[in-house]
């Protein structure tokens, strides 16, 4: 029986879907043994920008017995649009989901969706390769003895018992080190690595430490030779898909060390905690090419943080950032709004404390209220209102009114065109010094004054861009601080008719 393995990403080219290949891996290295031979198990990957008849006719083509998607919140609704299309045309056809998407709503699932016939919950690679011996009879197969599957018996669904995760990680092949993946491919987005599994936090609102609840790292030594062979190849990025990667200073700082010793002209993505960074960790992100840091705080409210079950030291993500600031490296601070207790007025305070260091870059977040996430069980408790389909935004909370949230959207445009094109930012500064005017204020007020453009031409960041002088006259008057306008204008010239400015 040929198996499919697949998925829908977000971008075009080739987006290495790595939980894929750690399931061909284990599929190919633990099924000789137990049955004498290996199925043929394919891997193909679609984008969002595909159409859904195009979609289907690829994969009837490929002739699948089984076919498993890796769901994820960006592509849960047209994959079921997929299952249901596909179980029209090949009803002997099976269909596993699995993935964050898909594991804890595997009860809402088997019962609304009849075209799923088997959800796995949880680490699968061990739970599908199970599955997969299993089902070499689809018709007689008994899927009650393995563990971390959900499935239909008759009119009756069937939750197993949840899978221990594996002790090792080390257990999984490498993707890369065993040939699974072409690293020559020309189209590659990036490359993304773990170098671990688990996540030492545990906020309310985040699924993943719950299908990974314990921390186990893969060997650095097989970390070292993936390093070294995809490095080789001289991608345009390494994403180390780590959801805190210097959770451990010590180990974090060997892996940087390996990557400047192999690096050719990589760029380095990682998402980081800001308190764990020292003058050394910042000295060898900077090294390391690394271009796209990401640091998720959420919000500074301390009645926030307890609610969500988040710890954050101020004193420590100062000197994080200063670190950060010395090395002049690009990372982006990461807020979300309809938090618990998260008003409009504190989130605003989080703007202007960030704001006042200087930082590369602040993204104020929707916040997702996902299925299995403690969150979304005490969300009626903190009056949080949200879709109950992907991507389960929530629209307003106790704390935050329906109008507020809408308006932080506007506001996050205003963050973009004012701080982070670079155009306006400098002026930001110095009106505030001068005028004593909170940058949040600012922010507010470019929003209302962005809302009289009605029609809104192709290359509108631009066109912003050359009305910021008319903003500039717009807040000077606003505020009573007509001289000022003159005193700036010279320097918002320059940027507005610099060609590295956009």
Known sequence: MKILLSSICLEAGTDIQLALYYLKG????????????????????????QNIPAIIKNIIRLKPGLIGFSCYLWNIEK????????????????????????SPRAQDLLAKEKAIDIVVRGEGEESFAQLLIRMEHPAT?????????????????????????????????????????????KNIVDVPLETMRGCSSRCDYCYYHKNFPV??????????????????????????????????????????????????????????????????????????????????????????????????NKEKFIK????????????????????PH???????KSLDWLYSMHPAKVVIFRLAVLPGTTLRNKAKSFGIEYSHRAP????????????????????????????????????LYAFKAKAGVKISAILQDWVIWESRFKRKPVDYPE??????????????????????????????????CSPYHK
Request: aromatic fraction near 10%; charged fraction near 25%; proline fraction near 5%.
């Open 26 to 49: 284990y599929v190919l290295k633990n099924r000789p043994a137990q049955t004498g031979h290996s199925p043929e198990v394919v891997i193909q990957v679609f984008n969002e920008n």
């Open 79 to 102: 994959i079921l649009n997929i299952c249901r299309r596909l179980k029209k045309i090949r009803p002997g056809l099976k269909i596993v989901l699995g993935g964050p998407e898909a």
């Open 141 to 185: 197969a008994d899927l009650s003895g393995i563990r971390g599957v959900s499935f239909r018996k008759g009119i009756e669904i069937i939750h197993n018992p949840q899978r221990p995760l594996l002790r090792n990680a080390g257990d999984i092949p490498s993707p890369y080190l065993s040939g699974l993946i072409d690293l020559k491919d």
């Open 215 to 312: 921390l186990r790292y893969f060997p650095l030594k097989r970390v070292e030779k993936e390093l070294k062979l995809i490095l080789s190849h001289k991608p345009h990025e390494v994403y180390l898909m780590d959801p805190t990667f210097n959770s451990n200073p010590r180990r974090a700082k060997k892996i940087l060390k390996m990557f400047i010793r192999y690096n050719q002209g990589a760029n380095l993505h990682v998402e980081l905690k800001a308190e764990l960074v020292d003058e050394e960790m910042a000295g060898l992100l900077s090294q390391a090419n690394a271009y796209n840091i990401e640091i998720g705080i959420q919000s500074t409210n301390p009645r926030t943080l307890k609610a969500i079950n988040r710890r954050f």
């Open 320 to 339: 994080g950032i200063r670190c950060l600031n010395k090395f002049k490296l690009y990372y982006e601070i990461q807020l979300i709004d309809a938090l």
């Open 342 to 348: 998260q008003n409009y007025d504190s989130l605003m």
């Open 392 to 427: 389960y935004f929530a629209w307003k909370s106790n704390a935050m009114a329906y109008a507020e949230v809408k308006n932080i959207e506007k506001l996050a445009y205003a963050m973009d065109r004012l701080y982070d094109s670079q155009v306006f930012q400098k002026t």
């Open 463 to 496: 066109f912003l861009n050359r009305k910021s002088p008319m903003f500039l006259q717009y807040l000077c008057r606003k505020h009573s601080k007509a001289r000022l306008y003159t005193d700036l204008l010279p320097g918002l010239l320059k940027r507005v």
